[in-house]
């Protein structure tokens, strides 16, 4: 059992120990980010209007439910008077007014979306969307949130001056586990067209907040692992153990039967570091397996048939995606009940793709269970310069799920052709044969 244990940690810590890598920088998304706009749209005495709005910019990383939770620090004694397209989540103290009271006087205001479907009076352009932004590729109409709010009794704010007047608030955040945000820049004022674009409006100031999604500050241990097989070979190889954690160690959550889910489902909201999922007990212990199965060959084509399988309890992952990596992916001729587009991160050498579900019929993964599966089909051409079912060509170099990478059964493991022991040998035989037959033309 200690050795069980033992090994399990170290497992761990060899998996710790190539987090760093990742650490900030994503090589399929190097510009991946969120960026928060602060627009100064209108100024009074005492008082003015700001715009803020926030974009996904990451290719294949979305916000998913709960959703954002945007944050900051007034400088001065600023409250937020009114709000329109989101809510401040407490309204504090504002003993200090009379009459009709702020929205919120809280030094450190924590914003969030209103629900779809919020009073007509209370929405903006881009609003309301319950915190949820999509990914740059998956929905380009939904990656943007917006929200309008009056600031007033401001101490540092000097009407009538220039832009850089303005006390812009720092310490910006938006409660999502792995982001951190920059400061704010002042940047060129954003434009509004209007009268159809024959006129444009701008902004007082406009002010550019730039936050950064790292692996290694959301999570130490991956979320997703990978298993393989093959029509010519009854081995399905399994994800390797204890790819996500080990079971049995502290802090890890496991059960064996979905009767039993206890009320451990509310997580709390405000985490910066995730829980650990509550998961099926397996050996990989992972929240999300995909299964790549090489499934038929033709004389032209093969076929590939993967399946995602979510062993989490407490979740449904909604607007889910998938990136793979293979060299036949450039030759991909159809996808079966997935969405695709190539990710060209190498300019001509296309072999890395995001899959993604489709709209109302597979784009939810439903939590553990019978329903806790979705799956593609594939066929893609045999490319002559390269396809070969030998050495397991056929496998993926790499799969993330929801940007997460996946972990994968060692080389060595992969299914083999029953024939490859004949192969090998060959080889091996030309390997000797070759500088035999060289040294006998050069000796002659
Ligand atoms: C954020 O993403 C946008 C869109 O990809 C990009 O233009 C911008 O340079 C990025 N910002 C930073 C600071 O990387
Ligand atoms: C509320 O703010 C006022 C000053 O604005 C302060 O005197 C009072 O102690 C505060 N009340 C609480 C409960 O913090
Ligand atoms: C922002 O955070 C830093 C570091 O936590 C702190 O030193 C600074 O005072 C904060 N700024 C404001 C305005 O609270
Ligand atoms: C500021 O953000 C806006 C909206 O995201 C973007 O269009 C603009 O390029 C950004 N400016 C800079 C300098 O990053
Ligand atoms: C789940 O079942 C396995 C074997 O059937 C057992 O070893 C393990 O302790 C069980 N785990 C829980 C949390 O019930
Ligand atoms: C997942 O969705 C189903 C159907 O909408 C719902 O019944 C279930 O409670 C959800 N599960 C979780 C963990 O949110
Ligand atoms: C490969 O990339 C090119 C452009 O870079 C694109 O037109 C083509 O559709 C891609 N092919 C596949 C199968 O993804
Ligand atoms: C299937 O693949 C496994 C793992 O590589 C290998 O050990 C086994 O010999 C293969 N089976 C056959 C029938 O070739």
């Given at each position: 059992?200690?050795?069980?244990?033992?090994?399990?940690?170290?497992?761990?810590?060899?998996?710790?120990?190539?987090?760093?890598?990742?650490?900030?920088?994503?090589?399929?998304?190097?510009?991946?980010?969120i960026?928060?706009k602060?627009?100064?749209?209108?100024?009074?005495?005492?008082?003015y209007?700001?715009?803020v709005?926030?974009?996904?910019?990451?290719?294949?990383?979305?916000?998913?439910?709960?959703?954002?939770?945007?944050?900051?620090?007034?400088?001065?004694?600023?409250?937020?008077?009114?709000?329109?397209?989101?809510?401040?989540?407490?309204?504090?103290?504002?003993?200090r007014?009379?009459?009709?009271l702020?929205?919120?006087c809280?030094?450190?205001?924590?914003?969030?979306?209103?629900?779809?479907?919020?009073?007509?009076?209370?929405?903006?352009?881009?609003?309301?969307?319950?915190?949820?932004?999509?990914?740059?590729?998956?929905?380009?109409?939904?990656?943007?949130?917006?929200?309008?709010?009056?600031?007033?009794?401001?101490?540092?704010?000097?009407?009538?001056?220039?832009?850089?007047?303005?006390?812009?608030?720092?310490?910006?955040t938006?409660?999502?586990?792995?982001?951190?945000?920059?400061?704010?820049?002042?940047?060129?004022?954003?434009?509004f067209?209007?009268?159809?674009?024959?006129?444009?409006?701008?902004?007082?100031?406009?002010?550019n907040?730039?936050?950064?999604?790292?692996?290694?500050?959301?999570?130490?241990t991956?979320?997703?692992c990978?298993?393989?097989?093959a029509?010519?070979?009854?081995?399905?190889v399994?994800?390797?153990?204890?790819?996500?954690?080990?079971?049995?160690?502290?802090?890890t959550?496991?059960?064996?039967?979905?009767?039993?889910?206890?009320?451990?489902?509310?997580?709390?909201?405000?985490?910066?570091?995730?829980?650990?999922?509550?998961?099926?007990?397996?050996?990989?212990?992972c929240?999300?397996?995909?299964?790549?199965?090489?499934?038929?060959?033709?004389?032209?084509?093969?076929?590939?048939?993967?399946?995602?399988s979510?062993?989490?309890?407490?979740?449904?992952?909604?607007?889910?995606?998938?990136?793979?990596?293979?060299?036949?992916?450039?030759?991909?001729?159809?996808?079966f009940?997935?969405?695709?587009k190539?990710?060209d991160?190498?300019?001509?050498?296309?072999?890395?793709?995001?899959?993604?579900?489709?709209q109302y019929?597979?784009?939810?993964?439903?939590?553990?269970g019978?329903?806790?599966?979705?799956?593609?089909?594939?066929?893609?051409?045999?490319?002559?310069?390269m396809?070969?079912?030998?050495?397991?060509?056929?496998?993926?170099?790499?799969?993330?799920?929801?940007g997460?990478?996946?972990?994968?059964?060692?080389?060595?493991?992969?299914?083999?052709?029953?024939?490859?022991a004949?192969?090998?040998?060959?080889?091996?035989?030309t390997?000797?044969i070759?500088?035999?037959?060289?040294?006998?033309?050069?000796?002659?």
């Open positions: 059992m200690g050795l069980v244990l033992m090994l399990g940690l170290i497992m761990t810590l060899c998996l710790v120990s190539f987090a760093p890598l990742s650490y900030g920088y994503d090589p399929l998304d190097p510009n991946g980010n960026t928060i602060w627009d100064i749209m209108k100024s009074e005495d005492t008082s209007d700001v715009k709005s926030l974009f996904n910019y990451q290719l294949f990383r979305h916000v998913e439910p709960p959703g954002w939770r945007l944050s900051w620090t007034w400088i001065g004694d600023e409250v937020i008077w009114n709000m329109f397209g989101a809510e401040a989540t407490l309204q504090g103290n504002c003993s007014f009379k009459g009709q702020p929205h919120s809280e030094k450190q205001p924590v914003i969030v979306d209103l629900l779809p479907g919020a009073p007509y009076n209370m929405q903006v352009a881009n609003c309301c969307k319950g915190g949820i932004l999509s990914s740059l590729i998956q929905d380009p109409s939904k990656y943007g949130a917006g929200f309008l709010m009056t600031v007033g009794a401001a101490s540092t704010f000097d009407a009538g001056h220039a832009p850089s007047a303005y006390s812009i608030p720092a310490n910006f938006v409660k999502l586990p792995g982001y951190t945000c920059g400061p704010p820049l002042e940047v060129a004022p954003s434009r067209p209007s009268d159809s674009g024959r006129r444009w409006t701008q902004a007082i100031g406009t002010w907040v730039t936050c950064i999604f790292s692996q290694f500050r959301a999570s130490l991956p979320k997703c990978v298993s393989l097989s029509f010519y070979n009854s081995t399905i399994p994800c390797p153990t204890c790819s996500c954690r080990c079971q049995g160690l502290p802090g959550r496991c059960t064996n039967s979905s009767s039993k889910v206890p009320s451990l489902l509310q997580l709390p909201h405000d985490a910066t570091e995730e829980l650990p999922p509550l998961v099926s007990c397996s050996q990989h212990m929240p999300i397996k995909v299964h790549w199965h090489v499934k038929q060959s033709y004389r032209e084509y093969w076929r590939v048939k993967v399946t995602i979510n062993f989490n309890f407490a979740k449904n992952y909604s607007q889910w995606s998938l990136v793979m990596q293979h060299p036949n992916l450039r030759s991909l001729t159809q996808v009940s997935f969405n695709y190539p990710l991160q190498h300019g001509t050498i296309n072999d890395t793709g995001i899959f993604w579900g489709i019929y597979n784009d939810m993964l439903m939590h553990s019978d329903d806790g599966n979705v799956q593609t089909e594939i066929l893609l051409n045999k490319d002559a310069t396809f070969t079912f030998r050495e397991g060509w056929a496998f993926p170099r790499k799969i993330s799920f929801n997460d990478e996946c972990v994968m059964p060692p080389p060595e493991k992969y299914p083999r052709l029953p024939s490859s004949h192969t090998t040998s060959f080889f091996r035989f390997l000797l070759i500088p035999c037959i060289l040294f006998l033309m050069f000796a002659f």
